[in-house]
């Protein structure tokens, strides 16, 4: 059964797969970082001298956010742009569609 699995939704699944393990990677560094580095808690008092500004933010925000944003924007550039199979869907059937409507008209 599973040779007769369509490729278009073989390659569909691989890249939600692929999408959703990027997703769950991402949310879970983004989230443990700033709250390893950006929170208080028992034990580890912050004060000024935890902000150590890069670009004007403090420093969790820099490497708990903005470069996992942008590992995720380049990661989304190469997967969109290089990775994704490109499947052949069929006839394109636009002009079938077109006359249909026209035929019809609006009722």
């Keep these: 059964m599973s040779g007769n699995i369509d490729p ?5 699944r691989r890249e939600a797969i692929i999408i959703g393990v990027a997703w769950l990677i991402s949310t879970t560094y983004c ?7 950006g929170y208080i808690r028992e034990g580890r008092p912050l004060g000024v001298q935890d902000v150590r500004p890069i670009f004007g933010m403090p420093s969790w925000v820099f490497w708990g956010i903005m470069v996992p944003w942008l590992f995720c924007s380049l990661f989304t550039f190469w997967f ?6 490109d499947d052949d869907l069929g006839a394109d059937h636009t002009g079938e569609l ?3 409507i026209r035929e019809g008209g609006l009722q």
């Design 8 to 12: 278009v939704l073989k390659h569909s």
């Design 31 to 37: 989230c443990a970082y700033c709250y390893w580095a």
């Design 80 to 85: 969109a742009g290089f990775y994704m199979a």
């Design 98 to 100: 077109e006359s249909d």
